[in-house]
């Protein structure tokens, strides 16, 4: 019997047989460099032939306005806004990466299901729950997790884009100001994805590094599961 390409059922009305694309996903924190790494990641293996496509969190077409609109109000329950980011992610799943993935494209996702199933679980979710919750989602080829220490990400946040409400955790911070709360949910965001880490085998990868540093390590491991993955040349079409 082959093994299960989905956590779960998957999508049972919907047979999935054969994926010859290739789903990289980059997982960690907020401020890690994870959108850097994956344009730098898409332009290397665009020059080296390869079809690409990226994604990320919030970009269904079905459900991005009302999830800005609800980031925007903080009026939703814990509960209603997991299944608005659960709803996000089936869609991209079954419309985006599974066909990309059905015509042969390198996939590359900037965050996961993990990443919402770590902010639900510090939240306060059932961590059985919301595991089940997500056993439609297919199972990638690679996980990179980028980790830096929560004093690295204040630092890189506070002289760049600068602290955010969602970010820094205060709809859930005993904390009256962003800096304490944010070092305190992100503190337990970072045990969260270690636990994710460890159960979902991802490769962890030091995000304290410079940046190409970084990227010439994942470059490195990416490079090792296309191995036998043919490039889609210019001739070829």
Do not use: C
């Amino acid at each position: 019997m082959s093994e299960p390409i989905f956590y779960g059922a998957g999508f049972p009305y919907r047979q999935i047989e054969d994926l010859p694309g290739k789903l990289v996903v980059l997982e960690g924190s907020d401020g890690v460099g994870r959108s850097t790494q994956t344009q730098l990641l898409r332009h290397w293996l665009e020059d080296e032939g390869f079809a690409v496509s990226d994604t990320g969190l919030r970009r269904s077409e079905i459900t991005q306005k009302g999830l800005e609109d609800a980031r925007k109000g903080h009026t939703l329950s814990r509960i209603t806004m997991s299944l608005f980011y659960a709803t996000d992610f089936a869609d991209r799943l079954e419309n985006q990466i599974i066909p990309a993935l059905q015509a042969g494209f390198i996939v590359l996702s900037d965050r996961y299901f993990y990443s919402v199933m770590a902010r639900d679980i510090v939240r306060g979710a059932d961590p059985a729950w919301a595991r089940q919750l997500y056993g439609f989602a297919l199972k990638p080829d690679l996980t990179l997790y980028l980790k830096a220490d929560v004093t690295d990400l204040v630092s890189r946040l506070i002289h760049g884009r600068g602290l955010n409400y969602w970010e820094s955790g205060m709809d859930i911070s005993p904390h009256n100001n962003l800096y304490d709360s944010f070092m305190d949910y992100q503190s337990k965001l970072i045990d969260s994805f270690d636990q994710l880490s460890s159960e979902f085998n991802f490769i962890q990868v030091d995000a304290a590094q410079p940046v190409m540093d970084v990227f010439a390590e994942l470059r490195t491991h990416i490079q090792n599961l296309l191995e036998d993955q043919q490039p889609i040349l210019e001739e070829d079409f």
